[in-house]
């Protein structure tokens, strides 16, 4: 059972951060966007440097959480923990600028990114000890062996719906919440 909730988690975050890469690269303008945001939400890093290494960190990670999950999943912890902080600070300091997270978004950050972002980070440190915990394996093929295709397949489905979920969490919070408090 453990081993399927780790699939789901890196289903989820696979996803999380391909949607997120793909948003970023898909055009220059939309790299551009990203790299713009960069500044006015943590203006002391530089804009583009920054934003080239996120960008590299989000293309590693769903690789990595199929050939190296325990890497995969604390590079996935790493970068999330580093958004969360970047948010905080951004939100303490009134920075409320679009954050460009998918690329697509034009929503001002608010409480609902920091606490995605920090729910994210705990499933993915979450993911890292169940790796570990389930014993030490070099792919995720290696850790799901035993496990059925029937149970795969509801883990897949699991870790793509929140995934969604994540993804369009600025949308989710418009219709639903109130939209002057994404």
């Not at 804009?47 to 690789?63: D, F, I, K, Y």
């Not at 995934?163 to 418009?174: E, G, N, S």
Request: net charge positive; hydrophobic share 65%.
């Amino acid at each position: 059972m453990a081993d399927l909730i780790v699939f789901a988690v890196a289903v989820l975050l696979a996803e999380v951060f391909a949607v997120s890469a793909a948003g970023k690269i898909r055009g220059r303008t939309a790299f551009a966007g990203f790299a713009g945001s960069v500044p006015r939400l943590v203006p002391r890093l530089p804009a583009r440097p920054a934003a080239v290494a996120v960008l590299a960190g989000e293309l590693a990670t769903p690789p990595l959480l199929l050939i190296a999950p325990a890497a995969g999943f604390a590079l996935a912890a790493l970068l999330l923990a580093a958004f969360g902080a970047a948010i905080g600070a951004a939100l303490r300091t009134g920075r409320r600028a679009p954050c460009r997270c998918f690329s697509t978004s034009a929503a001002p950050l608010g409480p609902a990114h920091l606490v995605r972002a920090a729910l994210l980070a705990a499933l993915a440190a979450a993911g890292a000890a169940g790796v570990l915990l389930t014993g030490p394996t070099s792919t995720l093929f290696a850790l799901l062996g035993g496990a059925e295709a029937s149970g795969l397949a509801v883990a897949a489905a699991a870790g793509s719906a929140l995934a969604v979920v994540a993804v369009f969490l600025d949308d989710l919070v418009f219709l639903f919440g109130d939209p002057g408090r994404i």
